[in-house]
């Protein structure tokens, strides 16, 4: 009997918050190593200006937060499917456009999973959400499209795309021994997917698998936006948001809208924003709060910010109750954040990602009763009242949690087999 021999493709699983790249090889992880021995590279890049180098993932992280002058970007996969997509951003004096910034970092995703497999990847199928952009079609088309050039740009040759929550679900259903209907519930940085999919070992042997699926839905919403809606509700009132003016008008809340969203902190940095800021404080009566604000832009600390209301949400995950060191902006500042507040700040984006999946099981025409498992991963599936919202939906279901941050890249290896071989 022969050896099964190594897949000729790749599964890639370009994430907003983590990336991860698999492989199909006898005797071996599904997924390569890509970061100090783990298989996840954050979806981060520091331009450092003072070694004049360039830095990825956690190492990106790092030097930003050893304070290093430079641009730190995250959340990149944001971009896809914005209108910012065809513009640039500037680094070390220079325009760069996000096209390439984006081909940067899964150039340097395709590099190290050569690396870590002793040969190179010329085919892959990479992993999307169900949706890019919510109820824009074109806009999805030209996100996906986009997508694919870059692809192109660093050298990918055959590029196919499958939607990550069916990765997920090839995933789990390699450990499966009996037929289940199971809800995939992929909700990661970016966004919310859900795939109902049938899964059985004997199902798993055909190539055709479109009657198995009967039905998707997705939305954009993930962890970052837990993050932003932490930051506004908890955060952002310390630095004035919400504060009147002399007029009594609220203040202008686009600087904190900017502050509390990855992919656009670098533009509160901006001679523009700064200029709106000053025009702020002079009519503004929260001077001590806008004191910190200034303090924050002028420092360009938004990322470290950003850093702390990521590390408070994920806290908040397990515990009650979590304590923010905000001394950056001033000296002995501490604020508390429960999981009440938490939880009052993303009602709203619980609530749609709820109607999201009832929506979904009405269209399927299929009940609550007759759905097996739900089935979680990706990073932001781990917030509990987002997790128990879900699963009230479903209350005869059983809960299974994957590997978070790993089921959709090791479902893509498995499709990248079944299609290139």
Known sequence: MSTPSPARACGIDFGT???????????????????????TLPSAIFFNADEESTHYGRDALANYLEGYEGRL???????????????????AGRALPFKQLLASFIGELKTRAESQAGRSFEAAVFGRPVFFVDE??????????????????????????????????????????????????????????????????????HLERQDDLL????????????????????????????????????IPNSLFFQLATWHTINFAYTRQAFADYQNIYRDATA???LDRLGRLIGQREGHWLALQIENAKIALSTEPCTQLELDRLEAGLEHPITQDDFTRA?????????????????QA???????????????????????????????????????????????????AGRRYG
């Open 287 to 289: 001077r001590q709060e």
């Open 136 to 205: 824009n079609p074109e806009a999805d088309r030209k996100a996906q499209d986009t997508l694919e050039e870059i692809a192109r740009m660093v050298g990918f040759k055959e590029i196919s795309f499958q939607f990550e929550p069916i990765g997920a679900a090839l995933h789990y259903e390699a450990g499966l021994d009996r037929e289940e209907l199971v809800l995939i519930a992929d909700i990661g940085g970016g966004t919310a997917d859900f795939s109902l999919v049938r899964l059985s070992p004997e199902r798993a042997r």
């Open 215 to 250: 039905g998707n839905a997705g939305l954009h919403v993930g962890g970052t936006d837990f993050d932003r809606a932490l930051s506004l509700e908890c955060v952002m009132p310390l630095l004035g948001y919400r504060s009147a003016m002399k007029s009594g008008a609220e």
């Open 346 to 362: 993303t009602l709203s984006l619980v609530d749609r990602v709820a109607a999201t999946v009832s929506e979904l099981l009405t």
């Open 365 to 415: 025409g299929v009940p609550r009763s007759a759905v097996d498992t739900l089935y979680f991963t990706g990073g932001a599936s781990g917030v509990p009242q987002l997790r128990a919202r879900i699963a009230a939906e479903l209350p005869q279901a059983r809960c299974v949690e994957g590997d978070l941050f790993g089921s959709i890249g090791a479902g893509l290896a498995v499709e």
């Open 73 to 91: 970007m995250r959340a990149i996969k944001s971009l896809l499917g914005s209108k910012l997509m065809e513009g640039s951003t500037e680094v």
């Open 17 to 39: 918050s983590n990336s991860t790249v698999g492989w199909l090889r006898p005797g071996a992880p599904t997924l390569l190593t890509l970061e100090d021995g783990k298989p």
